[in-house]
Structures are given as structure tokens and as C-alpha cells.
């Protein structure tokens, strides 16, 4: 891999996937509207182009020469619960976009999807060629995301992400993930909020694992048109998640409203696949 395209770039995840292919001595590109992310995430890259993911046809000379795109632009969870059209059209239309740029150029397309395509499976596990009942507009927008690649010719790894974790993950409630806000709130001493009773287990995954999983899906052969779940075998109710942070950061008082649309009650999740093919090996939950 000389030339990798990341889309997200100023985001939590890609800023560390660039920044590892940066390790490697890769030539980066770097996609980001700044509407999530913040520039000081970016890491030292040959190029970023701040661009709508939906507008990418504009730069598709960027495209040719390129391995590899790491396509992890995307509308977060909690948007799409104020505008699911907008959600549609980032993680749909504009993946449909990315996906074909890729086939046009030639470029190998990892593509960062997430748990929530399952829906809920009640107590039974999330498998990658199990069937997608998603509950919310995000899962639903990611599906579609997902079956646009599967449309084109091009070689594609889809990767399904659950609850990523590690430094430079965003606290805003709005586009952030439930450790980094807690950690947050918990580390200035303020309270922290609870969607529903706290006993809704979640699997934890570090970002580390995620960036490994990206690059394993790039460059072995096995990984190509094929779905991997990466997650770690750490399973924790929200509410032990809080005692764990609480533990480090001192105690803080807690209140409960109610779930959130969409929200799935138990998460169990079989990664088995992404141990066997990729060979991957995930850590425990971590406090950073």
C-alpha cells in the first residue's frame, strides 16, 4: 500500500487510521466536511480536502493511484433522530458516491459499518451472514450504505464497528460515544445521564483494534467481499461502565431518563470470523 484515501478523516476513528498509515509510510489523503470533526485530529497527511462526502465527485482525480479508501465519513447515530434525511444522504448517497469511485479507479474500499445494522436480536448473536432488522434510521441509513457497495463491481471489506472507544472520541451527546461522555462529565466531578435503567449491555471495542482491523482488511487477499464484526469480547451494562469510570474519576451523581429511539436492549455479538481470517486479537475494556 503506497496511496490510501480516508474519508472522516478529522474524526475519532479515521484520524487514527491515518495516522497509523502514516506509521507505515503510506501517502494520505484526507477527506473531512468538519462537521463532526476538529482539524487539530488530523495528523500529518499529504492532503486534506475539507468536502461534503456527497460533493466527492469534485476531487475524483485524487482517486487514481490510489489503493486503498478507508471510507469512514459518516452521519452519527443521534442525528439521524433529528434528520433522517440528511442521515440517508451521508451514509447512503454518499457511500453509493465513494463505492463508485473506487470502482472507477481501482481502489479497494474498506467501509466502516456498524453493529446497529443487526436490529435487535434478543439475546441471540449479532453473525455476519445473520439476517438486518435495524430498529433506527441510522442502522437502517448504514444498510443501505452497505448494500450499494455490495451492488458494484470492486473489491470491498465491510467492517461492522460496536462501540468504539479511546482517546480523541468526541463528548458532545449528540456525535459522541457513551465512554468518552461519561469520562468526561465523570472527570470534572458533574452528573451523568443514563437512557434507560442501566442494564442494557453494550460491547466495548478500542479504537487501537478498530485502526488494526482496517489494516488487516487492506492488505490480506481473504478479507475481499466480505462483512466482519469488530468487537472485542467485553460486554458491560452501561451502569457497570459508569462504576468502572466512577472507580478512577471519583463518584458522581447519576440520573436516568428514558431510551433512546432505537436503542437495543443486549448486545451479543459472535467475532469469531474476524479471529479467523484476520487473525485478530482485541484487548480488554481500558480506562485512558
Known amino acids: 500500500m503506497k496511496k490510501a484515501i480516508v474519508t472522516g478523516v478529522a474524526g475519532f476513528i479515521g484520524s ?61 447515530k443521534n442525528i439521524c433522530l433529528k434528520d433522517p434525511a440528511r442521515d440517508l444522504q451521508v451514509n447512503g448517497y454518499g457511500t453509493l458516491k465513494i463505492a463508485k ?3 472507477m479507479c481501482g481502489a479497494k474500499m474498506v467501509h466502516a459499518s456498524t453493529g446497529s445494522v443487526y436490529g435487535n436480536y434478543y439475546d441471540q448473536a449479532m453473525i455476519e451472514w445473520g439476517g438486518n432488522y435495524p430498529v433506527s434510521y441510522y442502522g437502517v441509513s448504514k444498510l443501505a450504505g452497505e448494500k450499494y457497495i455490495q451492488m458494484l463491481d470492486l473489491d470491498w471489506t465491510i467492517l461492522r464497528y460496536f462501540h468504539v472507544y479511546g482517546p480523541r472520541q468526541e463528548v458532545d451527546p449528540l456525535i459522541g460515544g457513551v465512554v468518552a461522555i461519561f469520562r468526561d462529565r465523570i472527570s470534572r466531578g458533574e452528573s451523568i445521564t443514563i437512557h434507560g435503567d442501566g442494564s442494557q449491555v453494550r460491547c466495548f471495542t478500542h479504537v487501537s483494534d478498530v485502526v488494526e482491523a482496517n489494516i488487516r482488511a487492506a492488505t490480506y ?15 458491560l451494562t452501561v451502569s457497570d461502565l459508569a462504576g468502572r469510570l466512577m472507580d478512577v474519576y471519583g463518584k458522581v451523581p447519576i440520573g436516568y431518563e428514558e431510551s433512546l429511539p432505537g436503542d437495543v ?20 475494556f481500558t480506562v485512558y
Open 16 to 76: 487514527h487510521i491515518a495516522e497509523r498509515l502514516i506509521e507505515m509510510g503510506v501517502e494520505v489523503i484526507g477527506l473531512d466536511d468538519l462537521s463532526a470533526g476538529h482539524e487539530r485530529n488530523i495528523p500529518d497527511i499529504k492532503k486534506f480536502i475539507n468536502i461534503d462526502i456527497c460533493d466527492v465527485e469534485h476531487v475524483v482525480h485524487h482517486f487514481y493511484g490510489a489503493d486503498v479508501v478507508f471510507h469512514n465519513a459518516a452521519s452519527k
Open 221 to 235: 487477499p481473504i478479507s475481499r467481499s466480505q462483512i466482519y464484526n469488530v468487537v472485542s469480547d467485553v460486554r
Open 101 to 103: 469511485l473506487c470502482s
Open 265 to 284: 436492549k443486549n448486545i451479543v455479538v459472535d467475532n469469531m470470523k474476524v479471529k479467523n481470517d484476520l487473525g485478530m486479537e482485541f484487548m480488554d
